[in-house]
């Protein structure tokens, strides 16, 4: 597990400087207090690039790259798609079912608070179920699994900074707080990374073939 880190560590260096500054900010300001200093940092330009940038943590991305990496390595494939339905797993059954009656950012701010939000035209803005965030935890399952997959570590970096937006996406569009991102990417992180981990240890051959690929059927 060390190796694999250090191999990656382009992606996880700047993801830990994202999980302090995240800490950071929490133990600084208040849940509300935070979602309205960030929500004061607005434009029309980020209102488009975000409204569009977060569907980059739909749930049909785990299919689509699942697909892709049929055609690259089954051991790929295997380890991402079970390392995604983990998450998925672990994220709703706090969502939907230990934590289902959390407020999302818009209705908690109609119900407690006086400040008025800014919100962005043509989303549609979701009342309950926001810890942890699910986008964010589908996005981070993504562009992890394609940084441990790629060789350039630059590109490590930079799928990391996309997982990031896509995360601060969901407190742009007040459709999840601070702390339900901050969660949700520790989640995917963790169970994406062990089941990479552990499926790299599958000692079968075939798995290293792909549908392209005529594989040994007897290994």
């Known amino acids: 597990m060390k190796k694999l880190i250090s191999e990656n ?40 690039f975000f409204r569009y940038l977060t569907h980059l943590g739909d749930g049909t991305m785990i299919a689509i790259l699942t697909i892709i990496f049929l ?9 991402f798609l ?7 797993g672990v994220v709703n059954l706090f969502k939907k079912v230990l934590l289902d009656d959390m407020y999302r950012p818009s209705k908690y701010f109609e119900l407690f608070e006086t400040y008025q939000l ?40 930079a799928l990391l900074l996309l997982a990031v937006l896509v995360a601060y996406s969901r407190v742009y569009l007040s459709q999840h707080f601070i702390i339900d991102i901050t969660v949700g990417s520790i989640i995917s992180v963790i169970l994406l990374l062990a089941s990479f981990y552990w499926v790299e240890k599958w000692n079968k051959t075939w798995l290293d073939s792909s549908v392209l690929t005529k594989a040994n059927p007897s290994k």
């Open 9 to 48: 560590r382009f992606f996880f260096l700047p993801y830990v400087l994202f999980l302090l500054v995240c800490t950071f900010l929490l133990l600084t300001f208040t849940k509300p207090g935070l979602h309205i200093w960030l929500n004061q940092a607005h434009s029309s330009f980020f209102d488009g």
């Open 71 to 79: 055609f690259v390595k089954y051991r790929y494939a295997i380890a």
């Open 82 to 88: 079970m390392g995604s339905l983990l998450t998925a």
């Open 118 to 157: 800014h919100l962005v035209e043509g989303v549609n803005q979701h009342s309950l179920q926001s810890f942890p965030s699910g986008h964010t935890a589908t996005a981070f399952n993504v562009f992890l699994m394609l940084a441990l997959v790629c060789k350039n570590q630059y590109l490590k970096g």
